[in-house]
């Protein structure tokens, strides 16, 4: 039979343009978010968090937003590069829901980005 | 500085045999996390521990997946027997109090 696996979101970006990656999260108890970038045949690595005290943090060329209202979590690329390809993941950590001391991260189905020389 | 060290980084064996991937979570971490990725499921988490003993292992298939945390430096997964469905990356996490998980490179393995 015909196999189905996921098909991920795809984002093409020409070099040198801003990107956004958006997410949206199921748990409004949700009190701490994250991006991960994982690059192919590498393991997901930490990009930028946020809490839910904040609705927007700042790094390196990276800007995540936060808005709880609608449950939605964006990560905005400045000036995206050939290495900024990868698949981007989004999780999110409930554990004030869960429960003290519960460390488990909820992963989306992540995007591809691609970028356009 | 030592990220997460996973061994070994590929895995290739025959339905039936058993399979143990290891994992050295970074140093002065307290909680350990292990997670399966696949074209089909997306990652997904298997186990985590905390402060060497398993919280919550729902996410474990069945029984033939067993996981341990002898010491604070080492787990390890495993699987008896394999089947060519386990046939997937292996992930493992480690984070500090709940803080960012950071993962290691991952064993990439192939049951036929």
């Known amino acids: 039979g015909e196999s189905v696996g996921l098909h991920l979101p795809t984002l093409s970006v020409q070099e040198g343009d801003n990107s956004i990656i958006n997410c949206a999260y199921s748990?409004?108890?949700?009190?701490?978010f994250i991006w991960y970038k994982q690059e192919s045949g590498k393991g997901p690595q930490f990009i930028i968090d946020?809490?839910?005290?904040?609705d927007k943090r700042q790094g390196q060329r990276v800007t995540v937003l936060l808005n709880k209202t609608v449950k939605h979590l964006s990560l905005q690329i400045a000036a995206t590069q050939p290495g900024d390809s990868a698949v981007y993941f989004c999780a999110e950590n409930s554990n004030g829901a869960s429960g003290a001391g519960s460390y488990q991260l909820t992963f989306g189905k992540g995007t591809k980005l691609s970028v356009i020389p | 500085d030592a990220g997460v060290i996973q061994s070994p980084r590929h895995e290739v064996t025959e339905m039936g045999q058993e399979v143990t991937l290891r994992c050295k979570p970074i140093s002065g971490h307290n909680s350990l996390f292990w997670y399966r990725q696949t074209m089909m499921r997306g990652l997904e988490l298997l186990i985590y521990f905390n402060n060497n003993v398993p919280i919550d292992d729902s996410g474990m298939p069945e029984d033939r997946f067993s996981a341990k945390m002898p010491n604070a430096s080492f787990s390890t997964l495993k699987i008896q027997p394999s089947e060519p469905r386990d046939s997937a990356v292996y992930f493992c996490a480690s984070s500090f109090k709940g803080n960012t998980q950071y993962f290691g490179p991952g064993t990439r393995l192939t049951v036929l």
């Open positions: 748990n409004s108890a949700s009190d701490y």
């Open positions: 946020i809490r839910s005290n904040m």
